[in-house]
DNA sequence: CTGAAAGCGCTTACAG
DNA sequence: CTGAAAGCGCTTACAG
């Protein structure tokens, strides 16, 4: 218990260490960053004095001031950082920007924009960075505005294209399609959908054709369309099946969204969901209602995160690259920062996973 | 495909706004810092010219120059950033450093001073931070030592106290002790030890008993002795027991090691881990040689990840409140910034949990 | 309500 | 090899 011990003394500035020694503050600077400008001689007596002094080196802030550059890429998210944090699919693209800029010396800044009352675009006017990745924002959301106002290098990553900025990202809709064709095919006509938030502000909840149609969320959106264009092309009404919007991407609200569709009348025999968190909740939701997965109800889900594989039974998923997608994303931001040319638009490749989840609807003959 | 297009332009700067609208900076400056300063006719013509100028406000580098705060606190790490991301027990700790840290309007700066050829104290003195979170790095690592000599409020985590930094962890010593009588409770005596690094440089193999006294990382050390002290207690002698060394704390690795720990003679019929990660490995290691857990062999963990309690079979292991670390971390970091007083040491308590991976030997009568 | 002045801590040509 | 000068872009008392 007590009051921190080093807030206390100043610390030392590269001024005084000059000062101390009788040298310019210029060979000082030199002795940190330009060896060859003194002797070895002198840099020693100013690392010295430095150490006596208790100078720290340069100020990173000042440095930075006059180099122009901060050191660090910034990542938004408009989460909470606890809840990117709990989504393995999220976690792996930061394991593919930070290989990048690892590599490169620089520092990953994680910035939450979390949507809520105070909702504060010093978040980005404030962010200490060379440049940012915007990890799937809202369309129109006011802290992209704010990213773009920076005038730094950006890279968006699951979001519409804006203006010129380069994108990385898949083909959602198409990759949907093909996980509800998968099931369509299996002979499945009574769906349910499990989406994560459709706009800023999501809600837990039925989400109807006009919420669907006002989704701002690129993903979803696109997610959704993928699974109503397969399931329309069978003659089923895309109005009938209920799509469940959770507001935030864990399993525990897919098992709620679960059993809100599983009481409902008819019965989905097939639940499609926007993620593999949500998938793991309706998992739970079938065992704590004593369906059996997959032969009372198939679920699919997508991502193709590790949990998905070791899942009970092994999920049936739409795979993709994450961290790849970091890698390229952090590759594009560190091509645009050294000025060099950068490839744009990347759209990775998916794949449908078949596992366990997945079989043909019970009453199927 | 093309160069960049943002970078091209020099972006203007508050003075230019001034010149432009025929104020002086510091009225520009206010309008964005103060707008009880001018009016907010003033105010509004001070921001139409600003984007009219394409002036993105004010500089964060040079703000955070004048006003002696970065707006960020640094949480190094001495693996490579892609590893810590692949622990759920760091990605935990990390989720419970952001909520204090998103209250406050702070970023978060990820630092990797992974061990390596190119380890560069730059990582630490050219960090745009406010403070430090160190997470369980090396005794005596230079890392430590720059981070100390930045004089910035600093929180160390799992590791031994320096000096009179502040500390937070847990007690895990008897922790793995615990776990360790626990198995012996069921009679086990041919032990097996599965360990992450010992050291920076950390190598793949059996560490001998010279290997184990020179651990510097405090974790590995304390969760070895505490293992010893109950095998110790009951008549086995420590040297006997094979301890295999992984370089990085992944399932991949735990696999590895455990294959070569069943090929030895006498075969362990209890493994204990320093991670549940590690844990991971060893089941999977004994699904390849078809030994049953815990029937042929039992397993204990160490961390209480989710995925421990989600295994086949579930993970015997040691629970700690990973986020609570963070939490507390986080908010003993915000006392220090805030001059505020701070509590300490901070030792988290932790609670042995018993599932399905461990069981009587088999031949135990 | 507005502006002139000083300065945050450093680096970078440049001249000697 | 060393140093004087200018300036990175801003904020903060302070005087008016």
Known sequence: MGVNPRSGGRRATLREVAAELGVAPSTVSNAYNRPDQLSAALRERVFETARRLGYPGPDPLARGLRRRRAGAVGVLYDTRLSYAFADPAEVLFLQGVSMVTEEEGLGVLLLSGAPGEERDPEVISGAVVDGFILYSMADGDPLVEAALGRRLPIVIVDQPRIGDVQIVGIDDESAARSAAEHVVGLGHRRFGVVTFGLAPGARDGIADLERQAAATYRVSRSRLQGYAAAITDVGVSWADVPVY?????????????????????????????????????????????????????????????????????????????????????????????????????????????????????????
């Open 245 to 365: 919007e959770c507001a935030e991407n864990v399993p525990e609200k897919g098992r709620i969204a679960t059993e809100a569709l599983l009481s409902r009348d008819p019965r989905p025999a097939a639940i499609l969901t926007s993620s593999d968190q949500l998938a793991l909740g309706v998992l739970e939701a079938a065992r704590r209602s004593g369906l059996s997965v997959p032969r009372d109800l198939s679920v699919v889900g997508f991502d193709d995160v590790p949990e998905a594989a070791r899942a009970t039974p092994p999920l049936t998923t739409v795979h993709q690259p994450h961290v790849e997608k970091g890698l390229l994303a952090g590759r594009n931001l560190l091509a645009q920062l050294r000025n060099e040319e950068t490839t744009d638009p990347t759209l990775l490749p998916t794949r449908l996973v078949v596992r366990g989840s997945t079989t043909r609807p019970r009453t199927h003959r």
